[in-house]
Nanobody, 123 residues
Framework: VQLQASGGGLVQAGGSLRLSCAAS????????MGWFRQAPGKEREFVVAISRSGGATDYADSVKGRFTISRDNAKNTMYLQMNSLKPEDTAVYYC?????????????????WGQGTLVTVSS
């Protein structure tokens, strides 16, 4: 599967952005999906994951209540609605796909990665 993340940009603190991850190739609905982010000088970290059907989600504590993950299997697309953005949310955001069962926070469990989209939150 090929993944294309988009929707990043520059936003003021308190603002919102919606990221998209478009998938092509093998059936999108067969993948568990996740969003990760990497800030300058830091390791890549887990943000949120969603199961194949969308029925199960897992959020990092740092984004819980502010970010919402969703997917539209008919459109082969996953979304990340980010509200109440903070400067510490500034990072390159990556979408990832996992062939195996269950959703994980460990980026090593994911098999395919998009190229990333930059989110910059100004204070």
């Amino acid at each position: 599967v090929q993944l294309q993340a988009s929707g990043g940009g520059l936003v003021q603190a308190g603002g919102s952005l919606r990221l998209s991850c478009a998938a092509s190739g093998r059936t999108f609905s067969s993948y568990n999906m996740g969003w990760f982010r990497q800030a300058p000088g830091k390791e890549r970290e887990f943000v949120v994951a969603i199961s194949r059907s969308g029925g199960a989600t897992d959020y990092a504590d740092s984004v819980k209540g502010r970010f919402t993950i969703s997917r539209d299997n008919a459109k082969n697309t996953m979304y990340l609605q980010m509200n109440s953005l903070k400067p510490e949310d500034t990072a390159v955001y990556y979408c990832a796909a996992r062939v195996g069962n269950f959703i994980y926070r460990d980026n090593a469990k994911y098999d395919y990665w998009g190229q990333g989209t930059l989110v910059t939150v100004s204070s």
